[in-house]
């Protein structure tokens, strides 16, 4: 009984995300409700924002009513879901997430990969370097012709130099070039500007005039060229925290770059140089700035701080996603670091403990941090990397409270959907995560997936578990685009 039966379900898998009608409302009962409706405490979750045994009614993709369990209305024909003893709060938010299809494996696997973003409780995504496959996969998500997270689409990057087998941007020198790629994506429909690598402080100027005529918001990386003081005035969404460490440099150094961006393979002769005194100015400068950090601490912790090994590669759960040769192409610049650069262990201590030191600033001073990945980078695979980074930045300290904050509420103020999502409230949209245990106490309870409620749909965890089994299926097949092949 059980193979046709699994056979019959994974069928149904394939049709998930394909609507035929509308759902028929979902209420799941007896649940303890995160909101997150209010910014956290210091010291652990915002009073009221935590609501315990209630009922949580979601129809036509809406949640249409939240209230103690008892006094909720459930329509007939609702689906009914016990979620006594567990835990529900807005679907996460992965804001710096790319996919292996941008440029190594093809473009047909994309659904693949979003259905394992979706089985890992992240139920909308950042795109940071877009293309025009991404434009439609989008549309195909909103018609709900696939099952995937919501998607927000950057620009081909903004780059002063093309690089790479495949360099999916403009490369920008001229000002008004650049001022015309702006316009151009606009007109083409990507949400966000995107800046990358060695951009003029002329062309810089250029795309944030531009862009701020639009309406798109600028994000990205900050290079030298620019610097921070630049990127702040023009309030710039920062990446990877680009050009903080070189902010705590004193006026007396003879070099003005260390361990942001590309410096990482470079500079570590800058890092004792570094003041951790001038970390709660850097901090003031960007609170007034009113300017977002995206820190991306799991990503470059493990691959610049730490490191990890083929067995400890194995041992992931992101492992069987990947072909070997797919793998082999990962874990390239991996190599290439721990061969040619490898800092001391007591460099890389002071790298991550300064970075950690910022992030840990910020959120005391009330500065805005977003949770982004940076997958499939050195295969840290979406959806399972983001739950990394929530642990990375209570190991920062952060309360699991304000962790989550910067995977939900806050990526939703930046995307400027705060008023129908990123909380847990009537009428908002129903991308929701339902775990087995309490986060607050534990912020790697988020891996407890119980189960997903994507734009209404209610996902079961054997139905997630298939996703993934599906997706590995094919995804560990998946050759490497030729153009990467020695």
């Not at 938010?93 to 047909?108: E, F, G, N, P, Y």
């Not at 259905?115 to 877009?130: E, F, H, L, M, Q």
């Amino acid at each position: 009984m059980f193979l046709p039966f699994r056979a019959l379900l994974l069928q149904g898998l394939s049709l998930l995300g394909s609507r035929t009608g509308p759902e028929p409302p979902l209420a799941l009962e007896g649940v303890t409700v995160l909101t997150m409706e209010a910014q956290g405490a210091a010291q652990g979750e915002a009073p009221g924002t935590v609501l315990e045994n209630r009922t949580v009614l979601v129809s036509e993709g809406r949640i249409a009513a939240l209230g103690p369990a008892g006094e909720v209305e459930i329509p007939e024909g609702a689906r009914r879901v016990d979620a006594r003893g567990q835990f529900l709060l807005p679907g996460l938010v992965d804001m710096h997430c790319h996919l292996l299809s941008d440029d190594r494996i093809a473009d047909a696997l994309a659904d693949e990969e979003l259905a394992v973003i979706v089985a890992n409780g992240v139920t909308t995504i950042r795109i940071p370097i877009g293309k025009r496959e991404h434009l439609a996969l989008r549309e195909r998500v909103r018609r709900a012709e696939i099952l995937g997270p919501r998607l927000f689409v950057a620009s081909p990057q903004f780059s002063g130099r093309a690089s790479g087998a495949i360099f999916n941007g403009v490369e920008v020198k001229d000002p008004s070039a650049a001022s015309e790629a702006v316009r151009r994506f606009h007109d083409q429909g990507y949400d966000f500007v995107k800046l990358t690598f060695f951009v003029s402080r002329p062309v810089f100027d250029a795309v944030v005039k531009s862009a701020g005529e639009l309406g798109m918001p600028v994000f990205g990386h900050v290079g030298p060229e620019v610097g921070l003081e630049a990127a702040l005035a023009a309030r710039m969404q920062i990446e990877h925290l680009d050009q903080y460490l070189e902010a705590l440099l004193p006026e007396s150094a003879e070099k003005r770059e260390s361990l942001s961006g590309m410096g990482v393979w470079t500079n570590w002769d800058t890092l004792d140089e570094l003041d951790e005194a001038r970390i709660p100015g850097l901090v003031r400068a960007v609170v007034e700035a009113g300017v977002w950090s995206t820190p991306t601490l799991a990503f470059i912790d493990t691959c610049f701080g730490e490191g990890r090994s083929d067995a400890e590669v194995d041992l992931s759960p992101d492992a069987r996603f990947v072909s070997p040769e797919v793998r082999a192409e990962l874990l390239s610049n991996r190599d290439l670091f721990w061969t040619q650069v490898a800092p001391s262990p007591e460099q890389r201590a002071r790298f991550v403990h300064l970075r950690r030191e910022i992030v840990r600033q910020l959120e005391i001073a009330g500065g805005k941090l977003l949770a982004g990945s940076d997958a499939p980078e050195w295969l840290l695979l979406y959806g399972f990397t983001l739950h990394r980074e929530l642990e990375r930045l209570v190991g920062a300290g952060l309360t699991p409270y304000q962790a989550l904050e910067a995977a939900t509420r806050n990526p939703a103020e930046w995307l400027g959907v705060l008023g129908e999502d990123g909380t847990v409230s009537v009428g908002r949209r129903a991308d929701l995560l339902l775990l087995g245990a309490n986060p607050l106490e534990d912020i790697r309870n988020t891996t407890k997936i119980a189960g997903v409620v994507l734009d209404g749909r209610w996902i079961s965890r054997q139905e997630l578990d298939l996703l993934l089994e599906r997706a590995a299926a094919a995804l560990s097949k998946a050759p490497l685009r030729s153009e990467l092949k020695g």
